[in-house]
């Protein structure tokens, strides 16, 4: 059974830091690439950053290079963010997903989803 389970978020006052985790099973963790995602309230879902299976190169969307860094442990199926100088235009529930792909694939449709962990940001 393929999971992939989200942790690390909570509350963090704008400014401040987290590292959310994502912790996989059930699947060849070098053979996919693994995205986060996040949701805010009222909004689309937005991705912003993918790291590839087969050389763990990284991409980023725009609204988040220079804050957010994915990394990949391959030794303990877990995917990383970090997430720096957080603001609140970043309080949205975040998911962690799987690409049956070894390369990210911008705008493809992720085979499996993690239940999402909520970071909110206080001004």
């Known amino acids: 059974e393929v999971q992939l389970v989200e942790s690390g978020g909570g509350l963090v006052e704008a400014g401040g830091s987290l590292r959310l985790s994502c912790a996989t099973s059930g699947f060849t963790f070098d053979d996919y690439a693994i995205g986060w995602f996040r949701q805010a309230p009222g909004k689309e879902r937005e991705g912003v950053t993918c790291?590839?299976?087969?050389?763990?190169?990284?991409y980023y969307a725009d609204s988040v290079k220079g804050r957010f860094t994915i990394s990949r442990d391959n030794a303990n199926n877990t995917i990383y963010l970090q997430i720096n100088t957080l603001n609140p235009e970043d309080t949205a529930v975040y998911y962690c997903a799987a690409l049956a792909a070894r390369w990210c694939v911008a705008g493809a449709p992720y085979d499996y989803w993690g239940q999402g962990t909520q970071v909110t940001v206080s001004s």
């Open positions: 790291i590839n299976g087969a050389d763990s190169s990284a």
